[in-house]
């Protein structure tokens, strides 16, 4: 007699395997990057004044010396 398809059938557990994993023969790279990406700093996280801003504030006198503006 078949058993009925939806009821479980009686059998041992399977045993756990005998082997153990081998150990990665290949080095990853970190996570965040890869190892010919060299990280560069963000330029909008830079604690100096914008360069659009940075020209606004110097002008050129006649004789070639830079002085600040009064902004």
């Not at 970190?30 to 659009?52: F, I, K």
Request: charged share 30%; hydrophobic share 20%; proline share 27%.
């Amino acid at each position: 007699m078949t058993p009925h398809p939806q009821e479980p059938i009686e059998s041992p557990p399977m045993p756990p395997p005998d082997w153990k994993p081998e150990p990665s023969p290949i080095d990853e790279p970190e996570p965040d990057r890869l190892p010919d990406e060299v990280p560069l700093p963000n330029p909008d996280e830079s604690d100096a004044p914008p360069m659009h801003a940075k020209a606004a504030h110097e002008s050129v006198s006649i004789d070639g010396t830079k002085s600040r503006g009064s902004c």
